[in-house]
Every structure is written in structure tokens, then in C-alpha cells.
């Protein structure tokens, strides 16, 4: 099951040319995964999820002789209610409740018509509440050992990063259009898989430390008559990653740094 609602509002403000656009949206999530064994005596989860939030942006031009800007500015809220039982009414995961706030603000300039720079930052507020639980017996289906549950005590999660971005691009001609770019992502690692994984008392001596990834990226891209053409290069690092992998039977988060690094090309032509 999957149902959504969504209402968005646009328009003007009558203030300095500014434009908004809010979005309101609610989901309900009810989705059933397959019969595994490596639950004791067998087991089919489920992942149940409800969510709902809003979003308010605004948009404010600036123009003068030399240049045109541009103000993009507002914020987000959602909440999110997430759990992973199984369908005898076994918990798996136990819910998570999540309050999420992000105020940001984002910046274009263009100068001369020409050169163009970005810039913005955006403040997360994450919060996840998490009850008591027990963990649930889980058997390595290869070796048939079982690992026992423990009671690992709740409590809150909290996350508050600053993220940023920059870029900068010259379009020198049609033929040669250089460009460069900063940008940090943040994502909260898998806490339910670390949270049902879990071989400790508390939910407290669990690594669930968000993950920063900060990404680079330089190219250019080049117009002639029909012809489009584009090269880029890009690397991304975190220091801790949250990768999930299958390991004696169940999946565990592992965390480690990450480096993604490569080089894209891309060629378009318009047929007339």
C-alpha cells in the first residue's frame, strides 16, 4: 500500500517581485517483503511508514547595469513515523519517530552576462526518538546459529550539520563554457538496520553518526551549430561512509571512508 496527498500553492507576494511556492504532502507506506528463514522459527517483515511535511520557498530577483541575481530562500519540515515489524506482530526494527527542520538559502549571480556564481547553505535539525525494545532472534541460515536478543534501552538521536555549496562557471563563447563546483550532501546512515543488528545495550553505544559527503566536480561544455558536447570529472569523499552489507547471514551497516571518483562525456546532436 502506498497513498500520498499533495497540495501545492503558488504565487506572488507583492514584495520586491518575489514569487513563493508551497508544498504540503502526506504518505502512508504499508509495504510486505518476502518469507526468510533467518528469522527464528521463520518470518515475513513489513515496513510501515507514515510521513508528512511541508516545504515553503520564496524567490526574489535583483537586477542592475552589470548584473542579475537571484535570492532563493525558505524552509522544510517533515516527520517521519517508521517501523519494521513482521506480520505475526514480531518487532524487527522498532519505530522510529523523526523530526526533521531545514531553513537554507541559495544565491545566482550573473555578471556581464557571462560569468555566473552560485552559492548556499542549508541548517539541518534531525531528530529520531527511539523506545525501549528487544531485539529479535535471528539464525544464520547457512551454520543454523542462533543469535539471541537483547533489550537495548532507547532514547534520541540528534544531528544539526551545516551544509554548503559553491559554483562558478564563464561562458567565454558557445564553443568553450568552463565550469566548477562544490557541494556537501547529509544523510542520516541506515539507523533501522543498525538498530535491529544491534549487540548492545543501548541505543547510545550505536555508531549512527550521519554521513557528510563532500563533492567536487570541473568541466565545460562546448556548442557549435546542432552540436552539444560535455566533459566533466568529479570526486566524492566522506570520512564515514554507511555502507550495508550481508555478513553470517544478516545485514550490518559497515562504516568506513568513501571515495567515488570519474569522468563523464556526453555528446548531443539535434536533427532538423
Not at 112 to 137: A, H
Request: glycine share 8%.
Amino acid at each position: 500500500g502506498n497513498h500520498n496527498l499533495n497540495l501545492v500553492f503558488s504565487g506572488e507576494t507583492g514584495v520586491a517581485n518575489t514569487h513563493y511556492d508551497a508544498d504540503i504532502y502526506y504518505q502512508s507506506v504499508d509495504n510486505v517483503f518476502f518469507y526468510s528463514e533467518s528469522f527464528v522459527n521463520g518470518g515475513i517483515s513489513r515496513i510501515l511508514s507514515k510521513k508528512h511535511g511541508a516545504r515553503l520557498v520564496f524567490n526574489t530577483p535583483f537586477s542592475s547595469t552589470n548584473f542579475d541575481a537571484n535570492l532563493t530562500y525558505g524552509i522544510d519540515a517533515q516527520r517521519d513515523i517508521t517501523s519494521q515489524p513482521l506480520v505475526d506482530g514480531r518487532i524487527w526494527v522498532p519505530e522510529m519517530n523523526m523530526k526533521n527542520i531545514a531553513p537554507f538559502i541559495q544565491t545566482r549571480f550573473t555578471f556581464f552576462d557571462k560569468l555566473i556564481l552560485k552559492g548556499g547553505i542549508r541548517y539541518e535539525s534531525v531528530n529520531i526518538s527511539v523506545k525501549d525494545y528487544q531485539t529479535l532472534p535471528s539464525k544464520n541460515v547457512t551454520t543454523g546459529a542462533v543469535t539471541e536478543s537483547i533489550n537495548v534501552k532507547g532514547g534520541k538521536l540528534n544531528y544539526s550539520p551545516f551544509v554548503f555549496n559553491a559554483g562558478l562557471r564563464y561562458n567565454i563563447s558557445e564553443y568553450f563554457s568552463p565550469y566548477v563546483s562544490f557541494s556537501q550532501g547529509f544523510t542520516v546512515s541506515d539507523v533501522g538496520v543498525a538498530l535491529r543488528a544491534a549487540r548492545v545495550d543501548s541505543i547510545s553505544k550505536i555508531n549512527t553518526e550521519a554521513v557528510i559527503v563532500n563533492s567536487y566536480e570541473t568541466g565545460f561544455v562546448s556548442k557549435f551549430k546542432n552540436f552539444r558536447f560535455e566533459a566533466t570529472g568529479y570526486i566524492s569523499t566522506s570520512s564515514l561512509g554507511a555502507n550495508s552489507v550481508f555478513k553470517n547471514g544478516e545485514f550490518v551497516v559497515v562504516r568506513a571512508p568513501e571515495c567515488i571518483y570519474g569522468i563523464e562525456l556526453t555528446a548531443d546532436m539535434q536533427i532538423r
